[in-house]
């Protein structure tokens, strides 16, 4: 019985991994070097260690679990701020063109 219950905790937890994966890119595309310093290392991270849980990566970094979720969510906040809304920057920080 308690196996079930590991293996619906670590599907729960990639699941969650995965939906942030897309978000944290696209968040570093659309700031591009608008990033606040802290939250580059939680960003990289996360993209680099997509399958982590939270107390992993913020072990990792010497965060709590907390502290890597605000990080994300603040980064992603960022990002989806109105006057950010539609303005994407390419590999070289140039908006790309219709963007806005």
Same mark, same amino acid.
């Given at each position: 019985?308690?196996?079930?219950?590991?293996?619906?905790? =670590?599907? =729960?937890?990639?699941?969650?991994?995965?939906?942030?994966?897309?978000?944290? &890119?696209?968040?570093?595309?659309?700031?591009? *070097?608008?990033? @606040?310093?802290? #939250?580059? @290392?939680?960003?990289? #991270?996360?993209?680099?260690?997509?399958?982590? *849980? +939270?107390?992993?990566? $913020?072990?990792? +970094? $010497? #965060?709590?679990?907390?502290?890597?979720? *605000?990080? +994300? &969510?603040?980064?992603?906040?960022?990002? !989806? =701020?109105? !006057?950010?809304?539609?303005? !994407? =920057?390419?590999?070289? $920080?140039?908006?790309?063109?219709? *963007?806005?």
């Amino acid at each position: 019985m308690v196996v079930n219950f590991v293996v619906a905790n =670590r599907a =729960r937890t990639h699941a969650a991994a995965a939906r942030w994966v897309p978000r944290v &890119r696209r968040a570093l595309r659309v700031l591009g *070097s608008d990033v @606040p310093a802290h #939250l580059v @290392p939680v960003a990289r #991270l996360r993209l680099a260690k997509p399958n982590m *849980s +939270l107390v992993q990566l $913020g072990a990792e +970094l $010497g #965060l709590a679990k907390n502290a890597v979720r *605000s990080r +994300l &969510r603040s980064l992603c906040d960022m990002a !989806e =701020r109105p !006057e950010r809304a539609g303005r !994407e =920057r390419d590999l070289h $920080g140039r908006y790309v063109r219709g *963007s806005r």
